[in-house]
T-cell receptor
């Protein structure tokens, strides 16, 4: 079946603007994750959804970042008042989920965000 | 706080060599460890997943081992090929209340030249 998809693949915006990044997980996967990857670094965790609820949002850097998953499938990462330091690749992953889920995470191709 | 370190940061080998990539982590209370491959400008491809109760996993020319008590994992690549050139990342899945998140190392950049 189809893998994790993310749109847009590239986003260029100006400092101070608002952006939304979308993630479509693998069908049937209840767990969804957002990570951020800066150049030359490994991905860093942002937020984890189990179903519609955020089970762990400890990685969100500040209150400019917010994510939703209203129907337990598609998720949107929202960034307000973007700053140049927000420039990175934003990766989404999904896994089958469930209590005590230990399954592997499958990643999408990412959205490259550039803040000018 | 979990920290993951990968050694070496970069590795260049001739085609056909067997090689080992190393990953170490500071907190042994993990659920599992996952090895990924990342090609330039692309997302992550999962290679192998080792549960905390397992010692190793194999897939084709790849073999990953896990020594949870010492906080170490190795990825062994046999008979390397130019197509293996990529960045290899290891990630550990936390236990406790943060059991969803993966903590990544910075990666090993592998170049296999013909």
């Amino acid at each position: 079946g189809a893998g994790v998809s993310q749109t847009p693949s590239n986003k260029v915006t100006e400092k101070g603007k608002y952006v939304e990044l979308r993630c479509d997980p693998i069908s049937g996967h209840t767990a969804l994750y957002w990570y951020r990857q800066s150049l030359g670094q490994g991905p860093e965790f942002l937020i984890y959804f189990q179903g519609t609820g955020a089970a762990d949002d400890s990685g969100l850097p500040n209150d400019r970042f917010f994510a939703v998953r209203p129907e337990g499938s598609v998720s949107t990462l929202k960034i307000q008042r973007t700053e140049r330091g927000d420039s990175a690749v934003y990766l989404c992953a999904s896994s089958p989920g469930g209590a005590g889920d230990r399954n592997e995470q499958f990643f999408g191709p990412g959205t490259r965000l550039t803040v000018l | 706080k979990q920290e993951v370190t990968q050694i070496p940061a970069a590795l260049s080998v001739p085609e056909g060599e067997n090689l080992v990539l190393n990953c170490s982590f500071t907190d042994s209370a993990i659920y599992n460890l996952q090895w990924f491959r990342q090609d330039p400008g692309k997302g992550l491809t999962s290679l192998l997943l080792i549960q905390s109760s397992q010692r190793e996993q194999t897939s084709g020319r790849l073999n990953a081992s896990l020594d949870k008590s010492s906080g170490r994992s190795t990825l062994y690549i046999a008979a390397s090929q130019p197509g293996d050139s990529a960045t290899y990342l290891c990630a550990v899945r936390a236990g406790g209340t943060s059991y969803g998140k993966l903590t990544f190392g910075q990666g090993t950049i592998l170049t296999v030249h013909p």
